[in-house]
């Protein structure tokens, strides 16, 4: 059996103990240190989860049985932690958005590229069986042409002042940079390149600086149109719409399971709707989280290059830029 690679996370918050959690379901990886700023929290993490509790970045990132890091870590700060990496020749595996401008996109691309590590984003959702199905079925034509897709993710929750999501400085597009983004990469991801995107944004009801909305208008090079909308106001909402000239699909997820990942397929129905009736579709069931980190455990190894890799995070981060721009200026914006 190959050995497991070991692993470094960096950001210890509620996502951060997920990813560890799916670490410990796989035999591929394995979590060697973790390290956070608030070290109450570092350390009750490094007891749960069986990893030693780095007092540094640099120390979690140093130990020599580290091959590659995580990290789960504030959008704004990702450029500069994988070029740390980059430096001591541990691979990257960054959450998503990959950043926050195209131009620290670029940074970790060209960090890792230079130095020959693997840096991969974490795109989790089209990985899980049901949006596999989905893909299967526009390659077979079940649909015929798709002309209009509609996607919304949407959370409520309490930002507070302590928090880096409360401010627009440091999480710019809201609930669009942070769960609609998901659903951009999902739709590229079917559907093809995004050429033009017109955003609006508001702060409606939240005490907290964001935009607590936002929707993003997407031209596709292929003709169709689409929305991705999001909230981090209303009830807990995760669906896509495809309308096709033969048949329309409607995926949708129960989220009162998240953040629980391996639960989502379980979950899920995908609902086909063609002139001559309704059916449902049925697909795999699929951990999203452990198949990205066996796979990044693949590249780290050699063996595989990321589906998700800088290219994927970068063209999804230019699609909710441009959504943000476009609200400044009142203008599509080409891509």
Not at 91 to 96: A, G, Q, R, W
Not at 217 to 237: I, K, M, Q
Not at 310 to 315: D, S, V, Y
Request: with cysteine; aromatic share 8%; charged share 25%.
């Amino acid at each position: 059996m190959t050995d497991a690679v070991g692993l470094a996370l960096v950001g210890t918050g509620r996502w951060g103990a997920r990813l560890a959690e799916a670490v410990a379901r796989s035999e591929q990886v394995k979590l060697i240190t973790c390290f956070s700023r608030d070290g109450e929290r570092r350390f009750s993490f490094a007891a749960q989860h069986g990893c030693r509790s780095a007092a540094t970045f640099n120390e979690a990132i140093e130990d020599p049985a580290v091959a590659a890091v995580i990290l789960a870590t504030p959008n704004e700060v990702h450029a500069d932690q994988t070029e740390a990496c980059s430096q001591r020749g541990r691979h990257v595996f960054v959450e998503k958005p990959i950043a926050y401008s195209i131009q620290d996109a670029i940074r970790m691309d060209t960090a890792c590229r230079s130095a020959g590590l693997t840096l991969m984003v974490g795109h989790a959702f089209r990985r899980l069986g049901s949006s596999r199905r989905v893909k299967e079925l526009l390659a077979a034509g079940t649909l015929g042409r798709v002309v209009l897709a509609e996607a919304n993710f949407s959370l409520p929750g309490v930002l507070n002042p302590d928090q880096w999501r409360y401010y627009r400085e440091s999480c710019p597009g809201g609930p669009l940079m942070q769960l609609g983004i998901h659903h951009v990469d999902t739709l590229r991801y079917w559907m093809g390149p995004v050429e033009r995107v017109q955003g609006s944004f508001a702060r409606v009801a939240t005490s907290a600086e964001i935009d607590d909305v936002g929707v993003a208008v997407l031209d596709f090079e292929n003709g169709a149109r689409g929305t991705v909308t999001g909230s981090y106001v209303s009830p807990r909402t995760f669906f896509l719409r495809l309308y096709g000239s033969e048949a329309n699909l409607e995926y949708a997820v129960d989220m009162s399971v998240w953040p629980d990942a391996p639960k989502l397929d379980d979950h899920t129905t995908l609902t086909l709707t063609r002139k001559t009736g309704v059916s449902q579709v049925d697909f795999d069931r699929i951990d999203m989280v452990v198949e990205e980190l066996e796979e990044f455990a693949s590249c780290v190894r050699g063996e595989a290059e990321p589906e998700t890799g800088a290219a994927e995070g970068t063209a999804a981060l230019a699609v909710v830029l441009g959504a943000l721009e476009s609200h400044s200026t009142g203008k599509a914006v080409q891509l």
